[in-house]
């Protein structure tokens, strides 16, 4: 899939370019006010992902600098530079990732072997999230990579996409004893970290994989069955609920209701792309 242009998904990303105007004053004790100011403005709103670390801003600072004494390229090609928010993005989920620790925060730690924490493009515009991780999953600290990760690859893969240009992620992120349902404590304690990671990824479209994930995101007790195929919303972002693999390999007459969900969700990110 081809990058696109992002200006509706990321306005806090694109705010940093309010310097143009501290560019025109060419004065570069203002600029760096004028950043730092905007960098703790946003910071203060709850932002987690600008680069608000002294040493990026000390980057950024020096490379408005250098291009405003060059004179040759608009401060704005510094702030729209899509490595800088991939660069914040990463970081931001580090950082999410070093907040979790080593987590007890529920019973579920109690059997794990490993946390699992989701893998993929930082930038992706599709998320797929499922409700938790099984055996392979704990083993390998990596979200579906058993049987029912292999069937997710391969509808990725069809759909003309690479498995890393997404990004994937469970709501629960330690595995259930016995791959059984997560419980509603342990989804209520977890789901923030899920949440985190949308926050900072802002994919286009959510897909949600089986009724666990569904449920919980969208905060609804209706059946998956009646839930799939059509897009609801979460905190702003479109969500496609669909059949989980796991179901799917139970089921395989149900595969192509799930390949149906799935073009939906192409032609939702093309609609978005044109805009
Ligand atoms: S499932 Fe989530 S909340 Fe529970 S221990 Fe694991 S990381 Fe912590």
């Not at 950043?35 to 020096?62: C, D, N, Q, W």
């Not at 490595?83 to 989920?93: D, H, R, T």
């Not at 080593?102 to 490993?114: A, E, F, Y």
């Not at 995101?217 to 919303?233: A, E, M, Q, V, Y």
Request: charged letters at 30%; one cysteine or more; hydrophobic letters at 35%.
């Amino acid at each position: 899939m081809g990058r696109k242009t992002r200006n509706e998904k990321a306005p806090l990303a694109r705010q940093p370019v309010t310097c143009k105007k501290v560019l025109r004053m060419n004065n570069h004790t203002v600029i760096r006010d004028e950043l730092l100011k905007a960098m703790t403005f946003y910071r203060e709103l709850g932002f987690e992902f600008l680069p608000s670390k002294e040493e990026v801003i000390h980057t950024l600072i020096a490379g408005i600098t250098t291009k405003n004494e060059k004179g040759s390229e608009p401060c704005n090609q510094v702030a729209e530079s899509p490595g800088a928010y991939m660069v914040n993005k990463k970081q931001a989920l580090d950082a999410l990732r070093d907040e979790i620790g080593d987590c007890q925060r529920c019973r579920l730690s109690n059997g794990r072997k490993n946390i699992v924490f989701g893998e993929g493009s930082v930038d992706a515009d599709i998320m797929f999230v499922g409700e938790g991780p099984g055996r392979d999953e704990d083993i390998q600290a990596r979200p579906f990579v058993g049987t029912a990760g292999k069937l997710l690859t391969n509808l990725i893969v069809k759909l003309g996409i690479k498995r890393d240009e997404v990004y994937i992620a469970n709501i629960v992120k330690c595995r259930p004893p016995g791959n059984r349902n997560p419980e509603e404590d342990e989804i209520s304690t977890c789901i923030p970290f899920v949440a985190r990671q949308i926050e900072i990824i802002q994919p286009r479209v959510i897909v949600c994989l089986g009724r666990i994930a569904a449920q919980a995101l969208l905060k609804t007790g209706k059946p998956i069955s009646r839930l799939r195929g059509d897009f609801l919303d979460f905190n702003g972002i479109a969500v496609m609920p669909t059949f989980h693999p796991a179901y799917l390999l139970r089921n395989p007459k149900d595969k192509w209701l799930t390949w149906e969900d799935m073009q939906k969700v192409l032609e939702k990110l093309k609609n978005i792309a044109e805009q």
